[in-house]
Structure formats: C-alpha cells, structure tokens
C-alpha cells in the first residue's frame, strides 16, 4: 500500500549555524503563537521571541480599553470640579477655594479680585459661566 502524505514546509536558516532546513508551517505557527524552544538539525536552540499578530492585536486592545478608562476618569474629575465651583456659584461663594467671601455680585467679585480665573472662564455681563 502506497500514502502519499502532503505537507506545506516553511523554510528556515539557524541563526547560529546558517543551516537551511523546513518546519512544517503547522509547526512554525504553533511555536510563533507559544514561543517555545525548538531546535535545527544541528542542535541549536531556536525560538520566535517577537510577539505574534494576535498577541500585538491583543496589547493594542488592552492598551486601547486603558486609554478609554484614563479618559472617561478624566472627564469625571474634570465634571465634578465643575460641579463643585458651580455650586460655590450658586451659593454665592467665591469660586476661588481659598477665597471664602459671600456677596451676591460673585462674578464682578472675581473680575476685580482674581483677574487670572478670566483666563479660565469667560466672565459675561457680570456673570461667571463655565
């Protein structure tokens, strides 16, 4: 009885040696995605250290998932200091934290108390807005 067997090779040269040999290309692929060790006809240790495309794909989602985590805490923090001055606003407090004068012209306060905050918020018709 006659097999015939067919097999797709890919063809290597160590990188010790310079020896040029085949891995089947099921094989390679398995040791790209593991990166075990595996060894060319003269006995010298190979292995594929660089990541493969599914685990650059998966960094890059990883990385991509903390940037949206990083933004959306940014965007909270950013929310509740506006917040807390607005309330400061309502109540008519200074919005300066190390301010604490209550009046009820706080925006005119501000113009002539803390020229700088004008740099940070517009100052319409005697009115801080955010």
Not at 76 to 98: D, F, M, N, Q, Y
Request: net charge positive.
């Amino acid at each position: 009885m006659i097999v015939e067997v067919f097999t797709e090779l890919e063809q290597i040269e160590c990188c010790n040696c310079s020896m040029v040999f085949a891995l089947s290309v099921e094989f390679a692929n398995r040791r790209r995605r593991d990166h075990k060790r595996w060894f060319c006809p003269q006995g010298h240790g190979q292995s594929w250290s660089q990541k493969s495309d599914v685990e650059k794909e998966r960094e890059q989602t990883r990385i991509a998932r903390q940037q949206r985590e990083t933004a959306r805490r940014s965007a909270a923090a950013i929310k509740g200091h506006r917040t807390k001055i607005l309330r400061r606003l309502t109540a008519g407090v200074c919005p300066i934290e190390s301010c604490t004068e209550t009046f009820g012209a706080v925006g005119q306060h501000v113009l002539a108390e803390h020229p700088s905050i004008v740099e940070k918020y517009e100052l319409l018709d005697g009115e801080l807005r955010a």
